[in-house]
C-alpha cells in the first residue's frame, strides 16, 4: 500500500520536474523511493552533514563536529526512533537523497520546533542530483507517509537565503515565527480542517 502511494508522488514529481518524454508522455523518473531503515543510518547522517553546509559562503563543518553538536546530533541520534518515519531515494543500489521526520520533546526542541506532536523534517539530496526534482519527491513521499501515520502537521527550519524555502512554500508550508539565526520557522497542515 505504502509502495503504490510513493510511486504516485513519485510519478506527480517526475511529471513536473522531467523534461524527457518517451512517446510524448513524461518519462518515469530514474529513482525509486523507499522506506528508509536502521541500515541507512549512515546515509541520513551525510545528508545531516550536507544539510548543515548547505552554503559554500560556511566554512565547512565536519561529521564528526556535526555529530557531537547536540543541537544537530539530536536529527539522526538513535536512528530509527519508535515514531521517526523516513525515505530514501535511490537509483539502483546509489542512494541520493533522503526525507525523515523526527518528533522533539518540549525540554529539548530541534531548530524548528512547533510542539511534541508535529515532527520536523530534515531532508538532503546528494549534491549532484539536485535541481532534478529528487527532494520535491522525498518530500511528497515523506508527507504521505506522515499522513498515512495519522500526523495533521510537519515543521521545518531553514535560512532565508536557502532556495529550498522556495520549494517549501510551493509545496504549502508557510512562515510560522523566525527561527534561529536567520532561519525561519515552517509549517505544513497535511490534513486540511
Excluded at 1 to 21: C, E, G, K, P, W
Amino acid at each position: 500500500m505504502l509502495r503504490v502511494q510513493l510511486d504516485r508522488y513519485i510519478a506527480a514529481a517526475a511529471t513536473t520536474f522531467n523534461s524527457s518524454t518517451v512517446m510524448g508522455m513524461p518519462a518515469p523518473p530514474p529513482w525509486t523511493i523507499r522506506p528508509a531503515t536502521r541500515e541507512d543510518g549512515d546515509f541520513l547522517v551525510d545528508m545531516l552533514v550536507e544539510v548543515v553546509n548547505w552554503s559554500p559562503e560556511w566554512k565547512r563543518k565536519s561529521r564528526r563536529r556535526v555529530l557531537s553538536a547536540p543541537g544537530t546530533a539530536q536529527y539522526i541520534a538513535d536512528w530509527p526512533r519508535e515514531n521517526d518515519l523516513g525515505v530514501v531515494g535511490q537509483v539502483g543500489d546509489e542512494r541520493i537523497g533522503t526525507a525523515w521526520l523526527r518528533f522533539f520533546p518540549t525540554a529539548e526542541p530541534g531548530y524548528g520546533f512547533i510542539a511534541a506532536d508535529v515532527p520536523e523534517l530534515t531532508i538532503g539530496v546528494v549534491a549532484r542530483w539536485r535541481g532534478r526534482g529528487v527532494g520535491r519527491a522525498l518530500l511528497r513521499a515523506v508527507e504521505n507517509e506522515a499522513q498515512v501515520a495519522g500526523i495533521r502537521q510537519v515543521s521545518l527550519s531553514v535560512e532565508r537565503k536557502n532556495l529550498a524555502q522556495q520549494l517549501y512554500r510551493a509545496e504549502g508550508y508557510r512562515v510560522v515565527r523566525p527561527g534561529y539565526a536567520g532561519s525561519d520557522v515552517m509549517l505544513k497542515d497535511l490534513v486540511q480542517t
